[in-house]
């Protein structure tokens, strides 16, 4: 076996893969202030389960949580999905290294039918994709990543978490993982104390430079 092989790489999906948390951001600054008169709920929340979100928040809105969803799902039906800037190319290099890869995101099957209808090619983009149905606990709980590393048989040693939400970087670090940041959804000043190394986006990076990472952090 390749060496290589026994790294894994874990991507969070919206504001890592997609270009899609500044309309996630839309949608529940509204969704807050229609029904909660809350208007960061946005900020809050990212990075968590809808099951998590409506158990916190929307507890006493029973009766309402069914409405919130199908708004979701024809929120969802809508968006726009773009790959972050490089991403491709990114993913390309992992696979001619031979590093295993997965999606592990808080978003449902049900979204991601969506996502998958607009590109069809991610189903084979990646080893795995992880939603929220696998995992018993939500972000920033590593349930999700620990998981990711069962599933490819890796440690934390070997595996790296790129996330852009502080939810989802607090359960990076949680996990023991390698985390890289993503400044697409908050300032990269703002995430810095959760991550191990800061991207913009995937231009000019590598599974050389990200190896090094790795090396660095455990010299």
Known sequence: MDSNERFAVLFDFDGVVMDTESQYSVFWHQIGMDYLHHDNLEQIIKGQTLTTIFDIYFKH???????????????EQHMKYEYIDGFEDFMADLREHGVKTAVVTSSDEGKMKAVYAAHPEIPELFDRILTAEMFSKSKPDPDCYLLGMKIFGTDAHHTFVFEDSFNGLKSGLASGATVVGLATTNKAEDIAPYCHYILHDYLDFSFDKLIGLNERKHS
């Open 61 to 75: 809105l029973e009766d309402r949580q069914a409405e919130i969803d199908r708004k979701l799902k024809c929120f």
